[in-house]
């Protein structure tokens, strides 16, 4: 749900800055969130807390995009920049919300490394592209994202999953 809304902010973004490849990206970007959310809706066990999350996301989407509308053209791409900053490091640093739980346990198994891997990747690639077209807003939000990715990965490292660990222990039990 959180990139769903965060493609439509960076859409709306791109579209003030009149850059097609970052209009482009987010399109894609909200079209396989909108499949996704369909998906996890269809498998969901509790379809109304999901059509509730899903209403209170519309109406904050709404919001921002309302305001971007409102606000004063030589305001809105500064401070909507700012907003878009903001929600997207929320995004990127909520696996750290379980960072006290990872060190008490010595065990990372909490923590979606699929998610946080292709965050890493995804950070670097934006990071480049707003060296490239010189955006402070994207180099930021980026720069950002990409150490608390490296962050999150260096975990993997320090306190592997016991989960992987027994599998492991369990293959080469089967191997011998």
């Avoid at 709306?12 to 399109?27: C, E, Q």
């Avoid at 509730?52 to 030589?74: C, D, G, N, R, S």
Wanted: hydrophobic share 55%.
């Amino acid at each position: 749900m959180n990139n769903f809304f965060r493609c439509i902010l960076m859409l709306r973004y791109a579209w003030m800055l009149g850059d097609s490849n970052m209009i482009n990206v987010n399109i894609f970007g909200l079209l396989t969130n909108m499949i996704y959310m369909i998906i996890y809706y269809y498998y969901a066990p509790n379809t109304k807390e999901v059509l509730k999350l899903i209403y209170k996301v519309t109406i904050f989407v709404a919001i921002f995009l309302v305001y971007a509308q409102m606000e004063h053209p030589a305001n809105v791409e500064f401070r909507f920049g700012i907003v878009v900053t903001v929600l997207l490091l929320l995004l990127i640093g909520a696996p750290l919300a379980h960072l006290k739980n990872v060190i008490k346990t010595k065990n990372t198994e909490i923590l979606p490394f699929p998610l946080i891997f292709m965050g890493t990747l995804v950070s670097f690639q934006w990071l480049l592209y707003g060296l490239i077209i010189n955006n402070v807003f994207i180099i930021f939000q980026n720069a950002i994202g990409f150490i608390l990715s490296i962050a999150q990965l260096s975990l993997f490292v320090i306190f592997p999953s016991k989960k992987s660990q027994v599998e492991l222990s369990n293959d080469h039990r089967k191997e011998n």
